[in-house]
């Protein structure tokens, strides 16, 4: 019997012993596994170098780009000429889609971009669900990096100000002189307009463009009708801004651009066969009237809307910035000013980025 006594006392505390193992390892579960609220708390991904810290935010010009993976050679281009055309501290933030993650880092660590301050911040696609439908006209513009620029609160970055580039980009001013620009009381964003240059008039008749909002939007719709916005109102070109991100949060931007988007759905007020495809209209609309204008030589564009239509050389040296916004880009062929673009590429370190030109056609 004491044998027996001794034998269910050894028992019990085995048993006790194991109990308290398994709670230790669920309470330790728990307490690693990450919050619902936390996974959700912004679209980012992982950092290639540490986060910039609250002390330092205001002392960098942040930049967001994107890159897709057909593209992230024309981003690059973007990336080295921001970063050779001044003695800023620019912190890039490349927003991406996880198929594209590894090929961009790559880019960067094998190449003489390896120096740069960056972060790569991975896009769920997922939030624009039931808010852009196809449409075969420009697949291009439906690619979801393209409303990367709607959602700038939710991407995991720590400034009060940063500044939205294309990856048809090129910068050939100093970036932290368009970072600089004081922006009007109550306005989230500074873009430039499209009734600016003669230089830009010249080239917008030639291609045949529209600077109005009757080129973005279809004013038959009542929607339309209602926003009580003139079609021969000047648009403007959402490529390149610079942002107020706390005056973004504090308007709800990006709710009220999600709001038009969805409306789209519904409606068809707008389509990606008008002049700025589906991610400009909702711009146009929410920021009608309500944005500083930025300098024209800091958003010299259209020029991809044309193979052939030039601006003058001596307008082109002047310019700060250059945006090859429409079909024909300069990595591609045929396309304009392509030695203005290519002095900026750097060859892709995988081979998967190519260039297309004459001597390479078939």
């Known amino acids: ?55 330092e935010a205001d002392n960098v010009v942040p930049v967001i780009i994107c890159a897709s993976e057909e593209r992230v050679g024309a981003t690059m281009a973007t990336i080295n000429s921001v970063h050779s055309n001044t003695d800023a501290s620019v912190f890039f933030y490349i927003v991406t889609l996880r198929d594209a993650v590894k ?23 997922m939030v624009l ?30 400034h009060k100000r940063v500044i939205y580039l294309d990856d048809d980009v090129i910068v050939q001013g100093d970036i932290k002189d368009l970072f600089n620009i004081k922006l009007k009381p109550g306005h989230a964003a ?9 230089s830009t008039h010249e080239m917008v008749r030639s291609i045949g463009m529209q600077t109005t909002y009757m080129g ?60 700025g495809g589906v991610a400009t209209p909702p711009m146009l609309i929410v920021f009608h009237d309500k944005y500083t204008t930025l300098d024209p030589l800091w958003h010299v564009r259209h020029l991809g809307w044309s193979p052939d239509a030039r601006y ?23 396309a304009v000013h392509l030695d203005l673009w290519e002095r900026w590429f750097i060859p892709d370190p995988s081979g998967r980025f190519l260039l297309v030109r004459p001597e390479r056609d078939s």
């Open 1 to 55: 019997m004491a044998l027996l006594r001794k034998i269910n006392r050894v028992l019990l505390v085995l048993l006790v012993l194991m109990v308290c193992l398994l709670l230790h390892s669920a309470l330790l579960r728990a307490s690693t596994r990450p919050k619902v609220s936390d996974r959700w708390k912004s679209l980012g991904g992982a950092a290639q170098v540490p986060a910039v810290r609250e002390s």
């Open 103 to 125: 090929l961009t880092r790559q880019y960067i660590e094998k190449t003489k971009l390896k120096g740069i301050k960056y972060k790569i911040l991975e896009f769920n696609p």
């Open 129 to 158: 669900r039931g808010k852009v439908k196809p449409d075969s006209s420009r697949p291009d513009l439906l690619h979801p990096l393209n409303f990367v620029r709607f959602y700038l609160p939710l991407l995991d970055i720590s």
């Open 190 to 198: 500074a873009f430039a307009t499209d009734c600016d240059l003669p």
């Open 216 to 275: 973005f939007l279809d004013y038959r719709k009542q929607e339309v009708k209602d926003l009580g916005i003139h079609p021969r109102d000047c648009s403007f070109n959402p490529g390149v801004f610079v942002a107020d991100v706390s005056e973004w949060k504090k308007q709800k931007i990006t709710k009220q651009l999600e709001k038009w988007m969805e409306e789209n759905f519904r409606q068809n007020i707008y389509s990606s066969a008008m002049a």
């Open 312 to 334: 003058s050389e001596s307008y082109l040296q002047e310019a700060r910035l250059l945006h090859w916004n429409g079909p024909f880009k300069p990595w591609n062929y045929p």
